[in-house]
């Protein structure tokens, strides 16, 4: 794995969990790239470090992943299956082994002022430093080229204050070789020099900053604890530390400037869209609308809000932010006021007239580049780049490199935005994987080996507490030295602390450590959500031979410093009853164990279009059995109505082949015309029903149903021949037959609508298709786009461009407008840069018609596995960035136009990261359920009467009878998924819930309304 950022993690994960051997290697001293920059990520605004922390400590304390930060390919012999990768390994000067990253060399280290790349220079550090609070590994390392010891010999000092003797200045670089199957590369980005964009005064004003310099700024964990200065008023130290609360007072106004270093043929800009630039600046706009009353303007050609909610957000940012979104307004230069360093926008306004705005703050929205040093990575991988200078890829081979055995994945293949990135990920994995597991010498890694648990039974509760900070997440809001100091007082605590992230890997070890060193039996963590960090601090607390579930978490983040932001007193002392009723349920905490589940090593995807059929063919390229089911008479799905071509390939000619591949592997089977009528089961123990009366019993499930064309009834669509949709267009156009002269395009017809919300995201790269095939035909042809914005992100940029050339006409039309007139021979629309209503004649009006999302077939195979459909019909998945193909019930899966729309290219990814996610499970003999499940505690008192059988939704619970015949509930551990339902309706009190029995959740309740008791004295 080249490349340790979301993408690489993710990739090593599944490969890992397969029981494959890893190397992560990155040129960085740490993992996560450019994910631990960021602030917070929409659309849900999650922290960005509570997203990747669990990720990064999940990867580098899995056994079967081997992180080497601070290394570098050099060369790569051999041939997949076989390669020998030689790796530099660039000396740190600090051991890592011994490093404790306690921070006494860095405190003591005389060399100051070097700017922290980091932080993008908007603060310092020293010669030997820790590259950041979440760094992994968070270990030291020496700067060569600032060192005096390691310059002139002089010096010394931190070696002489490490009480671990970790320092050693005669360390080396050295070469080291991997033997490895297979290659991913993650390498992902860098952004673009802003200098390049003088007209915009970066580098000279001090108050236009780029969008990472402003993430840090913002930044929960930046230089200045996320209370956003004006950069002209920090004051920095002799040394060029800046004082914390030295600008403290923020700005009133800042502007977003968006397309920065994107889509313009200027020298040194690129032509190509960064595709994640609107909506980063909308969610730092919406961030900074948090602070405090800010007036912010973004200006923007188009605004590309095609994924997943994200059309939303931007309706949000508008209505409820208050955010003015100034469209097809493209700045010409900014201005500064010498004295007051405020800045001046110039830019027009929708009258088309000149215009001005100043600012106290302008951020510019700088696009995504290829990687610092990718021509020397791509020679000594033996691969090719695009003309853009990312990795080549074909439209079919999305995930594949030039050269076989290397594969490739994240932003170093085009810009894209964290979902994408982390399910695509997933299916560079399951491509690399194939050529590992079916090498004839392959063996799989052994299971890890956890400490012996500490026997808990009978001995007295000694907790510890640790009370996050999450940077200001928590500590902004709530005293968190006066929490940690108040568990002190409470009974059994016999160890607390506080952490600036209890979630960064020193803590996670820390944890493990103090359950030896202070003889713990019990751990609370007081941090953010269980959704996303419970499995983490359980590991720790595995780590340090105690059982699992002997946890337990405060949520006081989510549940008190985010809804309590501006009552700071009130969320302390909620904070403080927060955590004492979790040591009070924590003093209740038993060891559980889940049960073991055999798992039937097959798979079953529902849909044969381009997705499933991916996703079928990757997971019998390693030696899994495949059930296709197909509710058409022939697989291919909607991709059968394209005859375009595709990187030089019909679509239709991909689709043979790849048919033909299915049909022709032995280990894929195929049900067409298959209606499902059922999929009971639980993970690794599905059952696929049919209507035909057919069972196939399979391991793991994967939706790749798709979605439908929206069938209009606009327009006389139906009645009028001159009226089609864009894709009937194309397959006259193809046919030779199309004799158009004057063509109209009317775009969002479907889409983006009082009743649907959503962008379909194809239909504008489909519309510039079919208008520049029209123009190549017959040049005299007069074509018009008539759209609200133009959404060919990435590459596809140059589609909008070809046509711009070729004379097709763009008519941007307001967003709030009905659609276009059309009378039978005109369309009228008005048109927003000249300010008046045209009326175009036509022969032809194509409708770009939207992705419907078959809600009623979707909501049908939803309720057998019990999975939820979002607000606009598609199928919700379990997390947006951590978890984009799984769902919330395990073995469930997703993916493409099933799960939202999309490209081909995107399908085809995320038909093989959905493979990989199922080979972590049908590859495996058997799985561990979870062990808070419901149980009859009470065998004595349960009567059968059935009550739990009726009320639970996963058909969990049966009615079995004890050897003396009596009748009495039985719980499948596999299918259990805690939900508590059976508990609270069983009339006996026979059923409790493992890890929230009766008498935990009444400690609870006792700790929060007798406060006073359970203090100590």
Known sequence: MIGGGIAGIQAALDLADRNIHVYVVDKLPTIGGTMCMLDKTFPTNDCSACILSPKMADCAGHPNVTVLTYHEVKEVLGEAGNFTVK?????????????????????????????????????????????????????????????????????????????????????????????????????????????????????????????????RLEGAAGPFDGHIPIPSTIVKDKFGVPQKHAGEVGPKSVAWIQCCGSRSHKKSWKTYCSSVCCMYATKQAQITKEHGDVD?????????????????????????????????????????????????????????????????MVVLSVGLEPPEGAADLAKTLGIELNEYGFAKTTVFNPLETTRKGVFVTGAFAAPKDIPTSVAEASGASAKAGAFIVNDPEFEPCKPKVYPAEKDVAGKEPRIGVWVC?????????????????????????????????????????????????????????????????????????????????????????????????????????????????????????????????????????????????????????????????????????????????????????????????VENCPKIKVYTKAEIVDIPGYVGNFVVKLKSGEEIPAGAVLFAVGSAQYQPVEYNYGSDPKVLTYVELEKKVASGKFTGKNVVFIQCVGSRNEKVGYCSRVCCAGAIRNAIQIKMNDPTANVTIIHKDIRTYSFREDLYYKACQLGVRFLRRECEDQLPEYDGNFVKAYDTVLGDTVSIPVDTLALSVGIAPMREEKEHLAKMVKVPISKDGFYFEAHQKLRPVDFATEGVFVAGAAHWPKFMDECIAQGSGAASRMLTIITKDHLLSEGIVASVSNPQVCNGCGTCVGCCEYNAISITLTPEGRPISQVNAGLCKGCGCCVAACPSGAMEQRGFRNKQITAEIDALFDAPLMEKE
């Open 469 to 661: 900070h999450c940077g200001i997440n928590i500590g902004s809001v709530v005293n968190v030295p006066e929490v940690t100091e108040y568990s002190k007082t409470l009974p059994h605590v016999v160890f607390a602390a506080e952490t600036k992230y209890a979630c960064a890997q020193d803590t996670l070890n820390e944890i493990s450590e103090a359950i030896s060193k202070y003889d713990l039996n019990r751990v609370v963590v007081a941090s953010c959500t269980p959704r996303t960090h419970e499995p983490l601090f359980r590991e720790a607390c595995r780590n340090g031979g105690l059982n699992k579930y002997l946890y337990n978490m405060a949520n006081i983040r989510d549940q008190c410093s985010w809804i309590h932001m501006h009552s700071p007193e009130a969320a302390t002392v909620k904070a403080k009853d927060l955590v004492r009723m979790a040591i009070a349920k924590a003093c209740l905490l038993e060891p559980l164990e889940g049960a073991e589940i055999p798992v039937t090593q097959s798979a079953a995807i529902v849909g044969g279009g381009i997705t499933g059929m991916t996703a079928a063919l990757d997971i019998a390229a390693q030696g899994v059995q495949v059930n296709l089911f197909e509710r058409d008479s022939q697989l291919g799905g909607f991709a059968r109505n394209f005859v375009h071509k595709e990187d030089g390939k019909l679509v239709s000619e991909y689709l043979a082949e790849t048919i033909k591949k």
């Open 87 to 215: 790796v530099l390994k660039k000396a740190r000067y600090v051991d890592p082994k011994s490093c404790t990253a306690c921070g006494d060399c860095v405190a003591k280290c005389p060399t100051r002022g070097i700017p922290n790349e980091f932080e993008y220079g908007l603060s310092t550090r020293r010669a030997i430093y820790i590259p950041h609070a979440q760094a992994v590994p968070r270990v030291a390392l020496i700067d060569a080229s600032k060192c005096k010891m390691l310059l002139d010999g002089k010096c010394g000092v931190c070696a002489k204050v490490c009480g671990k003797q970790a320092i050693h200045y005669d360390e080396k670089d050295e070469i080291i070789e991997l033997n490895v199957g297979s290659i991913i590369v993650a390498a992902g980005f860098k952004v673009w020099d802003a200098k390049n964009g003088s007209e915009y005064g970066y580098g000279r004003f001090p108050n236009v900053v780029t969008a990472l310099e402003y993430e």
């Open 296 to 360: 912010e303007d973004i200006f923007f050609m188009d605004i590309r809000s095609y994924g997943k909610e994200f059309e939303a957000y931007i309706k949000r940012a508008e209505d409820e932010y208050g955010i003015h979104m100034h469209r097809g307004a493209r700045v010409s230069n900014v201005e500064e006021d010498p004295e007051t360093h405020k800045v001046t926008v110039n830019f027009t306004d929708k009258n088309n007239d000149a215009c001005s705005k100043t600012f106290d």
